[in-house]
């Protein structure tokens, strides 16, 4: 039934999607602070992406064909709690990554793809109903930390400090319920799509 219909002792009438209803988690921060879902997140931006095009012209007439998919990064931004401390965890996230200030000639180590995705772990972000059930997930494919800024301080403000990472990945996959009409006909199959439909 449509989340518009009148509810005449209908139960199964559904809320549409709300944009405060959110998890996010990092697998990495599980062992750092005692839990994957960052309880502290504040925003989160989902996945986007953006096909690319080329052009070709003749005569006055102008063709476009698509072509390679480029997924665009997303922004989390998250309050900084004394306990976890966010700063000190984000800062040795990046070390894990492969990066340390230079001690001498010999400081040859450098960020790796391997080293940066794997410090961070799977980041899942995944928009829950009213009873805290996932209705849509996102699962990021090899995502690193491409930029943080640690908050700005002003004695004129006593709002809370806020964090803010930016996260870099290959690609997403999609996840949701399955529903009436949400899917078309020429969805494509197999373990590795973007688009996957779990059961009722």
Same mark, same amino acid.
Do not use: C
């Given at each position: 039934? !449509?989340f518009?219909?009148?509810?005449?002792g209908? #139960?199964?009438i559904?809320?549409p999607?709300?944009?405060?209803?959110f998890t /996010?988690?990092?697998?990495s921060?599980?062992?750092? @602070?005692g839990?994957?879902?960052?309880?502290?997140?504040? #925003?989160? #931006?989902k996945? !986007?992406? @953006?096909?690319e095009? !080329?052009?070709?012209?003749?005569?006055?007439?102008?063709?476009?064909?698509?072509?390679?998919?480029?997924?665009?990064?997303i #922004?989390?931004?998250?309050?900084?709690?004394v306990?976890?401390?966010?700063?000190?965890t984000l800062?040795?996230?990046?070390?894990?990554?492969?990066?340390?200030?230079p001690a001498?000639?010999?400081s040859?180590?450098t960020?790796?793809k391997?080293?940066?995705?794997? !410090?961070?772990?799977? /980041?899942?972000?995944?928009?829950?109903?009213g &009873?805290?059930?996932?209705?849509?997930?996102?699962t &990021?494919?090899n995502?690193?930390?491409?930029? /943080?800024?640690?908050?700005?301080?002003e004695y004129?403000n006593?709002?809370?400090?806020?964090l803010e990472m930016e996260?870099?990945y290959?690609?997403?996959?999609?996840?949701?319920k399955?529903?009436?009409g949400?899917v078309s006909t020429?969805?494509?199959?197999?373990s590795?799509?973007f688009?996957? /439909?779990?059961?009722?």
């Amino acid at each position: 039934m !449509a989340f518009w219909s009148e509810n005449f002792g209908d #139960t199964t009438i559904k809320d549409p999607k709300r944009n405060f209803r959110f998890t /996010v988690e990092f697998s990495s921060v599980n062992s750092k @602070t005692g839990g994957s879902i960052l309880w502290y997140a504040k #925003t989160v #931006t989902k996945p !986007a992406y @953006t096909i690319e095009e !080329a052009e070709h012209n003749y005569l006055n007439h102008t063709f476009y064909y698509p072509g390679s998919v480029k997924w665009e990064t997303i #922004t989390i931004s998250l309050v900084d709690p004394v306990d976890p401390d966010m700063a000190a965890t984000l800062s040795a996230l990046v070390q894990e990554s492969g990066y340390a200030p230079p001690a001498d000639t010999n400081s040859l180590q450098t960020i790796s793809k391997g080293g940066a995705a794997g !410090a961070l772990g799977n /980041v899942v972000i995944s928009q829950i109903d009213g &009873l805290g059930v996932p209705i849509e997930t996102w699962t &990021l494919w090899n995502s690193w930390i491409k930029s /943080v800024k640690y908050g700005d301080l002003e004695y004129g403000n006593d709002d809370l400090t806020i964090l803010e990472m930016e996260v870099r990945y290959d690609w997403a996959k999609l996840e949701t319920k399955k529903t009436e009409g949400s899917v078309s006909t020429g969805a494509a199959a197999g373990s590795q799509t973007f688009f996957a /439909v779990s059961g009722e």
